[in-house]
């Protein structure tokens, strides 16, 4: 979408998105920034992810326009390193 929209609609939708999640699920979205080791990639990284943050909860979250199966799967080991 940032492609084909700019960057500016791509910051809008997810925006957006983020006001949705907050109301649909309650809590706050929050962006998570660690300097990790090579779990995720392998390689020294800096890892981004958003949280869904409640009072009981942390849930990892990539809020974007589109999603592959690498994404499922760096999601995944990002949600484990988050562990």
Do not use: C, H, N
């Not at 006001?19 to 990284?45: K, P, T």
């Not at 690498?70 to 990002?78: F, H, S």
Request: charged letters at 30%; glycine letters at 10%; proline letters at 1%.
């Amino acid at each position: 979408m940032g492609v084909r929209w700019g960057l500016l609609a791509e910051e809008s939708f997810r925006e957006a998105m983020v006001g949705a999640v907050e109301r649909y699920f309650g809590g706050r979205v929050r962006r998570w920034i660690y300097y990790e080791g090579g779990f995720v990639f392998s390689r020294l990284s800096v890892i981004e992810v958003d949280l869904l943050v409640t009072d009981r909860e942390r849930i990892p979250m990539e809020i974007k326009s589109g999603v592959s199966r690498a994404d499922i799967y760096e999601l995944w080991r990002v949600s484990q390193l988050y562990e």
